[in-house]
């Protein structure tokens, strides 16, 4: 359906006109020139697109804009908060937890939104919810391990 | 200094502007192929330049995937020129500024690629010591650098930047190889491991990949696939996607593309174009593909041979004979191909996802009929490569787009066509037929590989009867006849052919270990004489804790070990068989491995454990499944690749050896991964798997057969 769409992208207000089925991937990576969300497989079974709308982690690839009217929008551009690194972008790079980075954005993502609402998870929980992430480089171990220490550090919501 | 001759064919001072430039002359260095081509250089063009401001900015035609070499060549270049990291700036894969080269592959960047780049900064720190001797009014050997400044030892306060001594000084200087490389006693920068220069972009969401590039009134391509490889159209109807506002239609005979400024457009416009095919019989599918590589796999070529066959068989107290399986496996690298080409002034300039941007550049002129020249290739970051991005389809294709249309065009594959248009590790059968002594020494050993090519079928250990042989490999010669034993297109997957061979090669040493009565290591070591694998093998041991045992010991322990691009590597494995499901869980492993000279140790080790976890696919999983030319896995809910869960613990450590040159290090470690998970099943179950990938149902398999024969009198 063609309207306007009203959400909250990485703090600001975004108005945007058109067909209201479309993908919100496309729209972050075409309308909006947002590339940091990546495709990856389009079916929601890699995790690459993963973004955070309302808190919590959804595949941008199968996110149609309907679905986030409204709504707040975090992507991996608006992770980063005044110039200062997210605590789990700063853990990725000093446990090496990415290699081509391709993966990085959505891992991250998923991670920050875990984190919201498990304030001390364990290491099983944590391999347990990125399960859904797939990492071809195989960081998969650095991974959990920059999450474990954001987790131990910070021991509470983000 | 001599001005180097033969750089006219492009003005190179315009595009780098003033400074010192350091050009590679043409005989210059050792750089050649394995076969003892040239590989290093093939034309003049500048590897390094240092400007006025004291920044250095390093030309190479490698590209980064992944694998760290953004960072490693940095670091080569800053410790020869004596600058520090920071000075430093990359530029990578561009074919218009770049020095050639053939593709990022091999494990060749630090081995092959690196003794260029040293040389090249050595002989550019040997120039500006030169010019800093006249500057200084002092000898060259009273001068020192530190930070890319020149002092004199006796008297720091006479000194010089090389910012200063570049300053429009516009000198050219071909490198003759013999400025001294840097002792690595001496690193202040190799042999660290310093922040990877990628890093923030790449936790950020700011990496630029090919698909990211934008230009103004760029379309969206949707290509029309066949629905399998050797399929032909014979009916097409695009009235209906025409009717679509904004979509843009090319039809040519080999290319049916939709285009719009909105890629969800432009595939749900090809969703409405029609198209009907007709489709040859399946002459193959994944069950009898193995049959059929034996029967047509063509003339055997000899890889080794020494020693009397037949009298060493006679010779054996036991002998074995076995079958080694594997079948196709993707790239299945998260980002798929992807290009945006833009044709301006007869021009072409074209961002793709490459491993080989000189060969693509080549192969795109050609396409478009213009003068290589005249095309430029820039390669952004790569979301992973693994040898699949070479063939590089996706930039012809958009390049051929952007010709027709007049406007820049992207082509990015969707998940389903990654898949269909890969170019598949080959599936590949191996017989080995061996025998031992009765002091356990292998007394002798045939070889023979279908399919997988024999890099790692060569024997290292010490076998005076032997011989190997190969057939039916077109992967990497593309000219071989038999290059359609395979029914859609193979090509390079991150140590072609070495993980098959050394699945086969260390499984049939491991059930010689066992029906020997030695421990695994033990095994080996009595029949290995090569100094550093000895040395790697009982490095990895005691990384993980090994105590001997004889397989099957019920722990589920497993060792394998190969040398692969120059590096010795050796792997253990502890894992547990689940009996009810077949499920294999891997607890933990520790690699060893000797690559010479380590330019980053972390980054290093960090592709021993990707080669590794990678490497957990093709061994538990990763089959494609095909019928004739029709690929049936299409996207990761039915073709598995390594999750979270899978990830066992994973030690690595690097024994040290700087006295030989640096080494492979992005494909040795994942050699190992098929066979220390087979050698673990074994010592878990006493069942041996012959196959890969090791599937729960072949499992359960494996110890049903297994029981059956301990039953048997």
């Not at chain 1, 945007?16 to 990546?38: A, N, P, S, Y």
């Not at chain 2, 613990?649 to 006295?659: G, Q, S």
Request: aromatic share 6%; charged share 20%; glycine share 10%.
């Amino acid at each position: 359906m063609n309207t306007t769409i009203r959400f909250v992208l990485n703090g600001r207000p975004v108005s945007l006109e058109g067909d209201d089925e479309r993908m919100l991937l496309w729209v972050l990576r075409t309308d909006l020139e947002l590339t940091g969300t990546k495709y990856g497989c389009g079916e929601g079974l890699c995790g690459a697109c993963t973004v955070m709308v309302a808190g919590k982690a959804v595949h941008a690839c199968t996110t149609a804009l309907k679905a986030i009217a409204g709504k707040e929008v975090i992507t991996i551009e608006g992770l980063a908060r005044d110039g200062k690194l997210h605590p789990l972008q700063q853990a990725f790079i000093d446990h090496g937890a990415f290699q081509c980075g391709y993966c990085t954005s959505g891992m991250l993502m998923d991670a920050a939104a875990f984190l919201r609402e498990h304030s001390k998870p364990t290491r099983e929980e944590i391999i347990r919810h990125m399960e859904r992430n797939l990492c071809r480089c195989g960081t998969q171990q650095r991974v959990v391990e920059a999450i474990e220490s954001v987790a131990a550090r910070i021991g509470g919501p983000s | 200094m001599s001005a180097a001759s033969g750089i006219s064919r492009r003005s190179l001072f315009k595009a780098v502007g003033g400074g010192i430039v350091i050009f590679m002359g043409l005989d210059s260095l050792p750089g050649r192929a394995q076969d003892g081509r040239r590989i290093y250089p093939e034309d003049f063009n500048a590897y390094l330049v240092i400007g006025a401001n004291g920044r250095v900015t390093v030309f190479s035609g490698k590209i980064e995937m992944g694998q760290g070499v953004l960072t490693s060549q940095a670091q080569m270049a800053a410790e020869e020129l004596g600058v520090g990291l920071a000075s430093i700036d990359m530029v990578l894969g561009d074919t218009d500024k770049c020095p050639w080269d053939m593709g990022t592959f091999g494990s060749l960047t630090t081995r092959m690629f690196g003794p260029a780049l040293r040389a090249a900064a050595a002989q550019a720190r040997k120039v500006l010591l030169t010019l800093a001797a006249g500057e200084l009014k002092a000898g060259l050997a009273e001068l020192v650098v530190h930070d890319g400044v020149v002092s004199v030892v006796t008297d720091p306060a006479r000194k010089v930047s090389y910012g200063e001594l570049s300053r429009g000084a516009r000198i050219t200087q071909v490198v003759d190889g013999k400025a001294v490389l840097r002792a690595a006693s001496d690193f202040r920068v190799m042999g660290l491991s310093p922040q990877r220069l990628d890093a923030v972009e790449k936790v950020t969401g700011a990496a630029k990949f090919a698909a990211d590039i934008r230009l103004p009134g760029m379309l969206y391509a949707s290509i029309l696939r066949p629905p399998a490889h050797g399929a032909r159209r014979t009916l097409l109807d695009t009235s209906q996607a025409e009717r679509m506002a904004g979509i843009t239609l090319m039809s040519q005979p080999d290319l049916v593309a939709v285009l719009h400024s909105d890629p969800q457009l432009a595939a749900l416009a090809l969703a409405r174009v029609k198209a009907q095919w007709s489709q040859p019989a399946a002459a193959v599918d994944t069950q009898s593909i193995f049959a059929h590589l034996v029967s047509n796999a063509g003339e055997a070529k000899s890889v080794a041979s020494r020693g009397d066959s037949a009298g060493a068989q006679l010779r054996a107290s036991q002998r074995f004979e076995s079958r080694y399986a594997k079948g196709y496996v993707a790239h299945a690298a998260i980002e798929p191909h992807a290009a945006l080409a833009h044709i301006e002034n007869a021009r072409a300039t074209i961002w793709a996802s490459t491993q080989t941007p000189f060969p693509t550049r080549d192969r795109v002129a050609k396409a478009l009929q213009m003068d290589a020249g005249h095309v430029r290739v820039i390669t952004p970051f790569l979301g992973g490569g693994f040898g699949g991005k070479s063939a590089d389809a996706q930039a012809v294709e958009a390049a051929r787009l952007a010709q027709l249309t007049g406007k820049p065009v992207q082509v990015a594959w969707s998940r389903s066509e990654e898949f269909f248009n890969d170019t598949f590790d080959p599936a590949a059968v191996v017989h080995i037929t061996s025998g031992i002594d009765r002091e356990g020494r292998i007394s002798f050993w045939d070889y023979m590989v279908y399919g997988a090519g024999e890099r790692g079928a060569d024997a290292f250990y010490d076998i005076a009867d032997l011989r190997i042989r190969s057939a039916g490999r077109s992967a990497l010669d593309p000219t071989s006849a038999s290059a359609s034993l395979h029914p859609f297109a193979i090509g390079a997957w991150r140590a072609p052919g070495a993980n098959m061979n050394v699945f086969a090669v260390e499984s049939q040493i491991d059930l010689m270990a066992s029906a020997a009565g030695l421990d695994p290591l033990a095994f080996r070591l009595k029949n290995l004489t090569d100094a550093r694998m000895r040395r790697v093998l009982q490095a990895a041991a005691d990384a993980f804790g090994y105590q001997p045992a004889v397989a099957p010991s019920g722990r589920g322990i497993g060792l394998a070990c190969s040398i692969d691009a120059g590096t010795c590597v050796a792997t253990l494995a502890e894992l547990r068989v689940d009996p009810a499901s077949g499920k294999i869980k891997v607890l933990r492993m520790a690699c060893a491995q000797d690559m010479g000279l380590v330019v980053n140790p972390l980054g290093a080790r960090m592709q021993m454990e990707g080669g590794l976890t990678m490497g957990l696919g093709y061994t538990l999983s990763e089959e494609l499944r095909f019928r004739g030319g029709d690929i049936l896995d299409r996207n990761f809910d039915s073709y598995q690749i390594p999750r979270f869960s899978w990830v066992p613990r994973i030690t690595t450590l690097l024994v040290r050896n700087d006295e030989l040159a640096p080494q492979g290090g992005g494909e040795p470690a994942i050699t190992t991964t098929g066979a220390v998970i087979a050698n673990a099943v074994f010592d878990a179950t006493g069942a041996r798997l012959y196959q890969l990938p090791m599937t729960p149902a072949r499992v359960l398999r494996a110890i049903a057969e297994k029981k059956l024969q301990s039953r048997t009198p």
